[in-house]
């Protein structure tokens, strides 16, 4: 989807184009067209069985009905010789064809009750294994803020989780907002939650399968909610502790990069943007400490990598309409600088 602005801005649909055809080199697996009927995980596949068996009663319903129609249309059509000054014959009332048509309907309609009554509360009752991992996901204008409170981890866009090949392990999230209402949505994984203000929500998924599994935000929050997109990348147990082991390590300290560090703490970045082990405490964007550890820029906008990066600096506003990221107006040499610091964030 495009979002106009300053003339149409078409790159952004170059943008997404390459974003879309470009592979990924970590070597996991990606679910890049989320099909709700291709499920990973045990939320997302119960509510697909549900999805399957409401689309077979109505499907059956609609050919029942067209049906009927069809064959009245045929049987009962205008003949060479018909009288067209006759009425036809009038039937009034039929107490076995009205206790059809109201019974048949109740009883699908309770049926799909109960169905969908028992499906939403598996998925809400779900008793929690012992290897229970916790994620807080907080809705931002227009990105996601991923915490990880037993790790002391903090995070932009991408949820990384450990995979549940025997169902022994799972990821309870927990949905906040910090401004207006949100969606989180993982088609194969689970179904949607709101992130609303001042209220905590809750959802769980189980991934089956290591891979990168595509999301977004299905509930309309503003001028980039179309590109305000995520990530779920599932990982083996042992690579998750990894990752989890790299992320709490604060910013590498590279003393040949003291200058472009120097240009970085000079700028209102430091206001907005939080870097472990610096000056850096800004809240209000996300946390830079491993920046190139993550996959896209702009939540999902633009791949992760120098030309990409450098743009982004240079103005956000190119790529991502609209955003609260201004363009900082910098010099060549400024921006160059900045970007070679922030390169250095992995």
Partial sequence: MVTAG?????????????????????????????????????????????????????AGI???????IAFTLIRFRRRVGDDLHQEPPQVYGSTQIEVAWTVIPILIVFVLIGVTARVIASVQN???PKNMLKVRVIGHQWWWEVVYPDYSVVTANEVHVPYSRDGKVATYLELQSADVIHSFWAPQLSGKMDLIPNRTNYMWIDPREAGVYFGNCAEYCGTQHANMMLRVIAQEPADFQKWIAGQQKPAMADGQLSAQRAVYGSLSCVSCHSIRGTASLGKFGPDLTHLMDRQTIGAGVLDNNHQNLRAWVNDPQDPKPGCFMPSMKLTDSQLDQVVAYLESLK
Wanted: aromatic share 12%; net charge negative.
């Fill in 6 to 58: 300053r003339g149409g801005n078409v790159e952004l649909f170059g943008y997404q184009l390459i974003a879309y055809l470009q592979t990924q080199v970590s070597g996991l697996s990606e679910h890049r067209v989320a099909n709700i009927f291709k499920p990973f995980a045990s939320p997302a596949e119960w509510e697909s069985n549900l999805g399957v068996l409401v689309i077979a009663i109505t």
């Fill in 126 to 128: 779900a008793s929690p």
């Fill in 62 to 68: 609609f050919v029942v009905v067209a049906g009927l």
